[in-house]
């Protein structure tokens, strides 16, 4: 009796075993066939940039991807195009000036290696984005900051140049007069660019380039030159970026948590909206509230990408071939009080 008890047992086990061996190998395939399939979904190239600056700086580098540039030159060409333009006051030449009235600059790029250049309170140089890339290419660092990046940026060849427009020092001196410092977020759609894209290798790249907050006390930098903060890639992943009050995003590692979430299996717009609202929760009885936005945009080695922004009024400019270049706005969490 107790032998046939311990064969039924014994038989029962190896059923089992046997089964859970050929469900491992079914779960097995079908994850090969989910990846296959998401392969052959994937939507390349993407290009998507913060703000409506994104849009001419998306032409370019669509341009320049198309004509078989590689993607930092690509993103390096776009970015370019508002840091050159004297009429958006928050990027490069023309941007709103600190304190002292001084421009200061912050810029970052990083590959689908995860190599990084960065360049931060860098003053004089029309392209930090330029600099940036050379900080990736042709040194042992990631970061380069102040009278450094400078040195640095002269002896590859960049020329210091008075960034202060005549229209961005009048609007300073009109702030000295009462000297109250309170950041201007999310007015006339001005504030930091940021660009991440999936290209036609399927491989992601990013860039941020920003003049940083109107009025910052000399030496302050945002979250733009960080990585981790202001842009994050796992080219295993997706890509993600940031715009908004820098400082905010520094605290919570911004666009590497968003990149966490897709890890994980979240959506750009999940990812993004929950890292927004984890910010507005570590910030609801801060004093920064008053004037709080923030907004992330995010892309997933699938091609699929969104937008989130904390307050209303965030958008965002996205170039494919399936549509071409347009803007979109980014759902939010609230709108600015009244």
Request: glycine share 10%.
């Amino acid at each position: 009796m107790s032998n046939r008890r311990d064969f039924i047992k014994k038989t029962a086990l190896g059923t089992l075993a046997m089964t859970s061996f050929l469900g491992f190998k079914a779960t097995a395939r079908n994850t090969e066939n989910e990846k296959e399939i998401d392969l052959k979904k994937q939507k390349k190239p993407v290009i998507i940039s913060t703000w409506n600056h994104g849009l001419p700086a998306n032409a370019e580098t669509w341009k320049q991807l198309k004509q078989g540039k590689p993607a930092l030159d690509a993103i390096e060409a776009g970015m370019k195009i508002p840091e050159a333009d004297p009429n958006i006051r928050s990027v490069g030449y023309g941007g709103y000036p600190d304190r002292e009235g001084k421009v200061t600059l912050d810029a970052c790029i990083m590959d689908h290696n995860s190599n990084c250049g960065s360049v931060c309170f860098l003053e004089g140089i029309m392209h930090p984005i330029s600099v940036a890339k050379r900080v990736l290419e042709n040194t042992p660092h990631v970061m380069l900051s102040g009278q450094g990046a400078l040195q640095f940026a002269l002896s590859e060849g960049f020329k210091v140049e008075n960034l202060l427009t005549p229209e961005a020092e009048k609007d300073w001196k009109k702030w000295l007069e009462e000297s109250k410092y309170k950041p201007v977020i999310n007015i006339e759609n001005h504030d930091t660019i940021s660009m991440l894209m999936l290209d036609e290798e399927g491989n992601l790249a990013g860039g941020c380039t920003t003049s940083g907050a109107a009025w910052k006390m000399h030496g302050r930098v945002g979250d733009s030159p960080i990585i981790g903060a202001g842009l994050f890639l796992d080219n295993e992943v997706g890509a993600a970026a940031a715009t908004g009050l820098g400082e905010a995003v520094i605290r919570t590692a911004g666009s590497a948590m968003v990149v966490e979430l897709m890890r994980q299996g979240k959506s750009p717009f999940d990812a993004c909206k929950e890292i927004t609202e984890r910010i507005y929760n570590k910030h609801k009885n801060h004093k920064d509230l008053e004037y709080l936005q923030v907004g992330f945009i995010a892309l997933n080695k699938n091609g699929e990408y969104s937008g989130y922004s904390l307050r209303s009024g965030f958008n965002y400019a996205v170039s494919d071939d399936e549509k071409g270049h347009r803007m979109e706005d980014a759902q939010f969490k609230m709108a600015w009080d009244k």
